[in-house]
C-alpha cells in the first residue's frame, strides 16, 4: 500500500483512531472529529463496526460513495441509511446507559494524566478564566461506555496534569476511582492525539495499575521527547514504543473526500 | 492495541440470526430464566417451543399476562409470575389452585408499573419511581409477605421527592432474562419494525438481556434502512430471528391476522379446568404440530380455509403515504 | 351531574389551533415562562417572533441549545439557560460576557440529563435517576454555589438505591412551560408528525404545558389517522399549530431542507463579537422580515433561488413501502 | 325520540354511562364494559370526547358505519382512525400520569361506600377466598385520573361496605385521605350500576363532605330500596333522586351494533 507524505497531524489523528477502532461492536460517535473518524473506520478498516449517535442514530451504515462524512451527530444524512433512527433517551438512555454500547469516541478541550476529560469551563468554576460550550453527551460516553477512545490534538494546554473540571471521568484520580464512585471499570482506553497514541496502565479496567496514560506509539517521524514537551506531567512512556505505519494514500483521500466542505480538517490546523 | 472484544451485557451474535425456533429457544431460553413473553400480541409459536423444550423453572414477566402464560404453567414451565394481570386466574381452575397451593408463586403489579419497570430496565437505572398505588391496599404493610410472594423488600419501595416532597413508589427495573415477542417484520440482521399500538413491547425488547423475536415477514435490509423510523430495536440488540408466519395466533399482529375469538373459546377456554383437558390440547396443537406450518396445515384442516380467511387483517388504509427522510447530497457551505 | 371541565394542567383549545405565529406567541408564551426551543432542529421562525414581541426574563432549556438561544440571549429575551451544551458560549463573545457578569444565568447539565428530565416531566414522576455524572466534578462539593447557578438543592440530588446499592443522581422532572419546535407537519387539530432522529424533541413535546408548533405543511386528518405510528405527540396536548415552511432555517428538516452552513457562518457566526453585528442582523433578518413569507422571499433575493434549492433535501429513498395497520372487518367468533 | 322497552339492565347501565360522559376532553378506557359505553357516547352523545386507551391509543375516531365496537382494549381496530398510536409508556405514563387525562372508565368486582374498587381478590391478600385476573391499568386510572366513572353491576356481593382489597383508590376512608396519601383530589364520580346512578359526596373533590356514595337516579321502575337491597351497607340516597330517562330505540339499536358477538353482553346476564 503506497504511503503518503502529504498529510496534516490532525489528519493522521483520525487515520490513526479509525485504525484503533475495533473490529466489531457498537461505537457511540460524539461531537466532532469521533464522526469522521468512525466513518472512515467504517469504510476502509471495520466494516462491522456499528456507528450511533446520540440524537437517536442506530447503525449508519454509510453508502460506499457516500458525499460527505455527517457534517455533525445530526446530520440528516443520518436519516438515509440507517437500521433505526429515534430519540435521544433511546441512544444515551436503552442504548448507553442500558449497557449496549462497546466504544465511546470523544472530543474535549482537555484531558489529564487519568484520562478525565474537560468539557466546560478552563480556570475554576467559581472563578471562570474560559468558558467553553459545555459537555453536551460527553458526560454520560465517558461515564457510561466500557471505552473510550479520545481524539485530543496534543498541545500543552490541552494535555494537562488535572483538568480543570471533570466533566467527563476517566480513571479519576487512580485505580480503583471509577467502581468506588459507582461508575462500572473502563479500558482499555485511549487517546489518540496529533502526535501518538496513548494508552493508559489499567491492567484489569482501572481496578489496579497507576491507571496513568501511557505514550504507546507516535506519529513517523516524532520523537517521545516531542510528545512529552506538549504534555504537561512526566509522562509514562512505553517499553516497547514505536512509531505508528505512515498514512496509506487511500487513508488520506478518502478522509479528504468524507470532509468536502473542510468542516472537520482545515488544512491550516496542525 | 486495538480496543477489541466485548463487555456488554448483550450476548451478541452478528454472524447469523435468523435461527429455526428449535434452535433459537434451545439456544436463548434456559431453564431458571425470566421471560418475557409479550402482552397485547403474544408469540404463541415460541411458547409452543418453550414447552416441547420443556424448559424449566422460568418466571413470567408482563403487563398483562394472557394465554401465553396459561400454558406455561400448565406444561409445568414457570413457577412464578410478576404481573398486572394474570388471565389464567380470572376464573377458578388449575392457575388458580396453583396460585393457592404456593405451586404458582405471584407478585402483583399493575400495568403501568411493568412498563415503567422495563424502561428503567433498558435504561441502565436501578428504579423509577411512579405516583400510582398510592392510597392503594397494594401499600398496606398488613399485606407484606403474602404467601405468594418471592421479591420481599425488592418488590419497591417508598420515597418522598427530595425536591418537593412528593410522595412516590420507587419500582425497581426489570430486564428479563429473555424476551419473546412476534413482530410484523425483521430483517436477517435482526432489526425489527413493528407498528399499531404496542403495549409495553418496545421496552420489552430493548430491556431483555436476550431477544427472541419471530417475524410474519423477512425482508432485505434496504426495506429497514428505507424506513428507520419503524424499527423499534435495532438487530445488534436481537439475539435471533425466526421466520414464522402467524406466530401470533390466537392473538393478532396489526396488518396480517386479527384474534381468533372462536379458537380461543374452543380451544383454550377449557384448558384450565383439568389436567386431561389440557393434555389433550397440548397433544392436538402443541405436541401435535411440532413446527408453526404444521400449526397451520391443522388448523386449517380443522377449521378450513375459510377461518384463517376470516381472520386476516384486511381492512384500513395504506399508510406512510408521502413520507421521505431525505437529505441534501451537496450542502450548501461558504 | 354530567362529568364536565377539566382539571388537566393543559390549556386545551380544541377549537382552533391553526394560528398565526404573533397569535400563537402572543397567546402562549408569557414573560419569565421556562422555553424548551429546540435541540436539532430549532424553529427560527417561532424564535424570532418571540423577539419581536419582546419577550422578556425567559428562561431557555434543552439538551445543546444553539442559535435560536443565541438569538434570543442577544435579543435580552432570556436571561437564565439549562442546558448540556450552550453553542453560544463555544467561543469567546458576549455570551460568555453575559454568562460571566451575572446577566445570563446558567445551569450546566448534560444532554442525556435534560432528555431524561424532560421525559419524567411528561411522564408525571417528579424526579429520575441517572448514572451519568457520577465520579465527575460537577457533583464535587466545591462547585457548588457557582454563581451562575438559580436551582440550588433543586438541582439534582444524590441516592443510593434502596434495591441493590447502586449509587444514582436523582434528576428532577423538568416541564417547559412552553414546548416550541419544528416539524415536518400536522393536521388542523394539532396532530403532530415528526420523523427522523429527533434528539430530546419527543419528550419536550408531552413535557410542554404548552406547545407552540411550526410546520412545513398541514395534512388532512386523514393523512394523520391513516399512519397514526407517525404521530409524536396527539393534537389534545397542542395548544396551536403554525404553518410555516422554511421555520427551521438555517438549521434542517429531514425531507425537506437540510443545515444551512453558509447561511450560519455568513449571517451568524459575527453576531456574537458585537451588539452593532447584533443590530444589524436582526434589523434584516428578524425585524425587517415580520414572517416567514417574507424572510424566504428575502433570503432568495440575496442568495438566489439557487441557494434555496441547494439545500433542499432531495437525496435518500422513499419510505413506508409495504405498512398497513390493517383489522379484520369481521372477526372470527363462535 | 321514541323509547324502548326491550333491553337489559347491563344494557342500560352502558346506556347510562354514556349519556353521563363529559361533552369533550380525554376519556381513558379501561377493559371490558368501559371500551363499549365510552364508543356509544362517541357516536352518539359526545363526538369531542377523546378515547384512549392504555396499550396506546390516543384519539380514536370510530368511522360512522363501524363494524364493532373494539374488542378489548388492544383491538387492532383502534389501530384504524386514531390519530396516534404508541406504547404504554406513553399512555399510562404521558398522558395519564402526566395530568393529560380527564376521565377514566373502569370495572372492578367491588366497589365501597367510598368508591374504592377491587380487582384483585375476594377474602383477605395472606388468605385468598378467590384469586381475580389482577388489576391491569384500573390502579393507575383510579389513582391518576381527576374523575372516574366506574360501571358495576348492583349486586350485593359488589356492593360491600369495605373492599375486600383496595386496588384502585377512590375517597379511600373520608375526606382529605386521596391527598394524605400523595394522590390529587378527584371528582366528581360516579358510578352507573344496574339499577342505578350514584354519585358521591364530595363538595370539593375528596376534601370535604362524606365522600360516601349517594344514590343520584335509579332506572327506569326501580325504588331506592331495591337499590339498597342489593347494597351492602346503608346507602346515601340523594333527597332529589328521580328515575332516568328510559333508553331511546337508538341507543339500544347502536348499542346492540356495537356488540355483533355477544362480547360485552350476553342477553342471559342481568
Chains 1, 4 share one sequence.
Not at chain 1, 442506530?58 to 430519540?87: E, Q, T
Not at chain 1, 442504548?95 to 480556570?123: E, K, S
Request: aromatic share 8%; proline share 7%; charged share 20%.
Amino acid at each position: 500500500m503506497p504511503t503518503s507524505t502529504d498529510y496534516t497531524l490532525a489528519e493522521l489523528m483520525c487515520i490513526a483512531t479509525a485504525r484503533e477502532m475495533p473490529p466489531k461492536g457498537v461505537a457511540m460517535l460524539g461531537m466532532g472529529l469521533p464522526v469522521i473518524a468512525g466513518v472512515l473506520a467504517k469504510l476502509l478498516h471495520t466494516p462491522e463496526i456499528t456507528l450511533c449517535t446520540e440524537v437517536g442514530v442506530f447503525d449508519w451504515k454509510p453508502a460506499d460513495d457516500i458525499p460527505r462524512a455527517p457534517v455533525g451527530i445530526h446530520d440528516l444524512i443520518f436519516n438515509s441509511g440507517s437500521a433505526m433512527v429515534s430519540d435521544m433517551v433511546d441512544a444515551l438512555g436503552a442504548l448507553l446507559m442500558g449497557g449496549g454500547t462497546d466504544v465511546g469516541l470523544l472530543g474535549a478541550a482537555q484531558v489529564d494524566r487519568f484520562g478525565n476529560l474537560n468539557t466546560l469551563v478552563i480556570g475554576a468554576y467559581k472563578n471562570v478564566e474560559r468558558r467553553l460550550g459545555g459537555t453536551g453527551g460527553n458526560t454520560e460516553i465517558a461515564c457510561l461506555a466500557p471505552r473510550v477512545i479520545s481524539l485530543i490534538p496534543q498541545e500543552f494546554r490541552r494535555f494537562v496534569d488535572r483538568v480543570d473540571f471533570n466533566t467527563s471521568p476517566g480513571y479519576i484520580d487512580g485505580p480503583g476511582a471509577r467502581t468506588q464512585a459507582g461508575l462500572t471499570s473502563q479500558g482499555p482506553n485511549l487517546v489518540v492525539s496529533t502526535m501518538g497514541v496513548l494508552g493508559f496502565d489499567t491492567p484489569d479496567g482501572g481496578e489496579t495499575g497507576t491507571c496513568e496514560m501511557t505514550l504507546e506509539s507516535t506519529f513517523p517521524g516524532l520523537e517521545p521527547d516531542t510528545v512529552q514537551a506538549q504534555c504537561g506531567w512526566p509522562l509514562r512512556i512505553s517499553n516497547g514504543v514505536k512509531e505508528i505505519e505512515p498514512p496509506t494514500t487511500d487513508e488520506v483521500a478518502l478522509l479528504r473526500r468524507l470532509d468536502p466542505y473542510q468542516f472537520y480538517l482545515r488544512p491550516d490546523r496542525y | 492495541m486495538a480496543v477489541a472484544g466485548s463487555s456488554s451485557r448483550l450476548p451478541r451474535v452478528p454472524e447469523r440470526k435468523l435461527l429455526s425456533a428449535p434452535e433459537a429457544i434451545n439456544r436463548f431460553v434456559s431453564d431458571g430464566d425470566t421471560v418475557y413473553a409479550g402482552y397485547t400480541s403474544v408469540c404463541m409459536g415460541l411458547t409452543y417451543e418453550i414447552v416441547r423444550q420443556r424448559k424449566r423453572h422460568l418466571e413470567i414477566v408482563g403487563g398483562s399476562v394472557g394465554i401465553q402464560a396459561t400454558v406455561l404453567a400448565l406444561s409445568g414451565c414457570i413457577d412464578r409470575v410478576r404481573a398486572g394481570y394474570i388471565a389464567g386466574a380470572l376464573r377458578p381452575g388449575i392457575i388458580s389452585e396453583m396460585m393457592d397451593s404456593g405451586e404458582l408463586k405471584y407478585e402483583d403489579y399493575s400495568n403501568q408499573a411493568i412498563a415503567l419497570m422495563l424502561m428503567a430496565g433498558a435504561l441502565g437505572i436501578p428504579f423509577i419511581p411512579t405516583r400510582s398505588f398510592l392510597g392503594s391496599d397494594y401499600l398496606d404493610p398488613a399485606n407484606e409477605g403474602h404467601p405468594g410472594g418471592y421479591l420481599g423488600n425488592n418488590k419497591w419501595a417508598q420515597l418522598d421527592s427530595p425536591f418537593d416532597g412528593q410522595k412516590t413508589l420507587l419500582l425497581p427495573a426489570l430486564t428479563p432474562d429473555v424476551t419473546i415477542l412476534p413482530a410484523q417484520r425483521a430483517d436477517e440482521f435482526g432489526n425489527v419494525q413493528l407498528w399499531g399500538h404496542m403495549g409495553d413491547a418496545k421496552w420489552a425488547f430493548w430491556a431483555g438481556k436476550k431477544v427472541v423475536v419471530a417475524v410474519e415477514e423477512i425482508v432485505p435490509n434496504e426495506a429497514i434502512r428505507n424506513d428507520p423510523g419503524r424499527t423499534v430495536v435495532p438487530g445488534f440488540m436481537v439475539s435471533a430471528v425466526v421466520h414464522m408466519p402467524y406466530s401470533a395466533h390466537p392473538s393478532s399482529m396489526a396488518g396480517y391476522y386479527d384474534t381468533d375469538y372462536a379458537f380461543q373459546r374452543q380451544a383454550f377456554d377449557g384448558i384450565s379446568r383439568s389436567s386431561e383437558a389440557f393434555a389433550a390440547f397440548a397433544d392436538e396443537w402443541i405436541y401435535g404440530c411440532p413446527d408453526r406450518e404444521t400449526y397451520v396445515r391443522h388448523y386449517v384442516e380443522t377449521f378450513g380455509q375459510d377461518a384463517l380467511q376470516q381472520i386476516r387483517a384486511d381492512t384500513g388504509p395504506d399508510a406512510g403515504q408521502g413520507i421521505r427522510y431525505t437529505y441534501s447530497n451537496e450542502l450548501r457551505f461558504p
